[in-house]
């Protein structure tokens, strides 16, 4: 068969939820190669995604308002492939990526001949279903046996680059309440870092259990590292003021001990998360290890280390 008459082609090819992705994971999910590729023969079909190739032309459709200029850096890699098999994988992994902006509904990805172009010439096309800007979304929680009613309000990709800022108001039936503002900015600068900021206040009324309600206001900012196969690391920075006060007549804790203090602190998250769904997993691994240090600044110092694990193993069975 001629070398010219190929073409692939890539569609809903998927991860699940949060699930860490390889190369090698990647061309079993697309169904495009075996997990490991056979010694290619003359009558094997699989030998043809060993053809060269040439990316010489980029299609882009469905992109109202997300910048082009995004879209080809994540095919950036894609674009130098040398044959199909190449194409064909780096293609499956930037459509993961596109998805994990969270700004798509669906991302599809298709390869053909350029009939312009030279011997092994070949075009690709990417298809794109944007999500809406705007999601709204409201709950209600109970919590230290107080009623809460809470309201969600997102909005993403307004200026055409991912970007995405959310606010979070949540308003209890005694006296607490909290509101949350935050925003994020992924390829921050064209590199594979996550920018985030956010302001926030919250009340808690804790009379009924510790007899004292407790207020905080703040800002966080940080940068974290897109997920990968091998985990995401974010740094942040926290600054917060915190005003205890005490119900007249306490016997539970000594009133000398409310007033105001200032938090300063630094935290390092590492994250790893194989897991097919992050509510009710069924299959996969999570190892999250959170270090917060107090003290740069402000008058609240400690050092705090947090270690989270959960694993679920879809085949295991009760006996």
């Given at each position: 068969m001629d070398s010219c008459s190929l073409a692939i082609e890539i569609r809903d090819v998927r991860a699940?939820?949060?699930?860490?992705?390889?190369?090698?994971?990647?061309?079993?999910?697309?169904?495009?190669?075996?997990?490991?590729?056979?010694?290619?023969?003359?009558?094997?079909?699989?030998?043809?995604?060993?053809?060269?190739?040439?990316?010489?032309?980029?299609?882009?459709?469905?992109?109202?308002?997300?910048?082009?200029?995004?879209i080809e850096a994540e095919l950036s890699s894609s674009l130098r492939s040398k044959n199909h098999e190449e194409l064909a994988v780096e293609l499956a992994l930037a459509s993961q990526r596109l998805e994990d902006l969270d700004i798509f509904k669906k991302v599809a990805c298709e390869v053909d001949i350029d009939p312009e172009g030279e011997k092994d010439a070949v075009m690709v096309s990417v298809?794109?279903?944007?999500?809406?800007?705007?999601t709204l979304s409201t709950g209600t929680y109970?919590?230290?046996?107080?009623?809460?009613?809470?309201?969600?309000w997102t909005m993403r990709n307004m200026l055409g680059n991912a970007e995405k800022v959310q606010s979070n108001l949540s308003v209890g039936h005694k006296t607490s309440n909290s509101f949350r503002l935050e925003?994020?900015?992924?390829?921050?600068?064209?590199?594979?870092?996550?920018?985030?900021?956010?302001?926030?206040?919250?009340?808690?009324?804790?009379?009924?259990?510790?007899?004292?309600t407790e207020r905080q206001r703040g800002i966080s900012f940080g940068?974290?590292?897109?997920?990968?196969?091998?985990?995401?690391?974010?740094?942040?920075?926290?600054?917060?003021?915190?005003?205890?006060?005490f119900e007249k007549g306490s016997l539970v804790c000594d009133p000398s001990e409310g007033g105001d203090s200032f938090k300063s602190s630094i935290r390092h998250v590492f994250n790893h998360d194989t897991r097919?769904?992050?509510?009710?997993?069924?299959?996969?691994?999570?190892?999250?290890?959170?270090?917060e240090l107090a003290g740069i600044?402000?008058?609240?110092?400690?050092?705090?280390?947090?270690?989270?694990?959960?694993?679920?193993?879809?085949?295991?069975?009760?006996r």
């Amino acid at each position: 068969m001629d070398s010219c008459s190929l073409a692939i082609e890539i569609r809903d090819v998927r991860a699940p939820s949060h699930a860490s992705l390889t190369r090698k994971t990647i061309r079993a999910m697309a169904g495009i190669l075996p997990r490991e590729p056979p010694v290619p023969t003359d009558n094997d079909p699989i030998a043809l995604l060993r053809v060269p190739c040439n990316v010489t032309k980029v299609a882009v459709a469905g992109n109202r308002r997300t910048k082009r200029a995004l879209i080809e850096a994540e095919l950036s890699s894609s674009l130098r492939s040398k044959n199909h098999e190449e194409l064909a994988v780096e293609l499956a992994l930037a459509s993961q990526r596109l998805e994990d902006l969270d700004i798509f509904k669906k991302v599809a990805c298709e390869v053909d001949i350029d009939p312009e172009g030279e011997k092994d010439a070949v075009m690709v096309s990417v298809k794109l279903q944007e999500k809406g800007t705007h999601t709204l979304s409201t709950g209600t929680y109970m919590q230290g046996g107080e009623g809460n009613v809470e309201v969600s309000w997102t909005m993403r990709n307004m200026l055409g680059n991912a970007e995405k800022v959310q606010s979070n108001l949540s308003v209890g039936h005694k006296t607490s309440n909290s509101f949350r503002l935050e925003g994020s900015q992924p390829l921050f600068f064209g590199s594979s870092v996550k920018m985030n900021g956010s302001i926030f206040q919250s009340v808690a009324n804790l009379v009924k259990h510790s007899s004292f309600t407790e207020r905080q206001r703040g800002i966080s900012f940080g940068l974290a590292s897109i997920p990968d196969g091998d985990g995401e690391h974010e740094i942040s920075y926290e600054g917060a003021w915190r005003t205890v006060k005490f119900e007249k007549g306490s016997l539970v804790c000594d009133p000398s001990e409310g007033g105001d203090s200032f938090k300063s602190s630094i935290r390092h998250v590492f994250n790893h998360d194989t897991r097919d769904d992050t509510r009710v997993p069924s299959s996969g691994f999570l190892f999250r290890s959170t270090a917060e240090l107090a003290g740069i600044g402000g008058d609240v110092k400690f050092l705090k280390n947090v270690v989270d694990v959960q694993a679920r193993d879809r085949d295991y069975k009760m006996r």
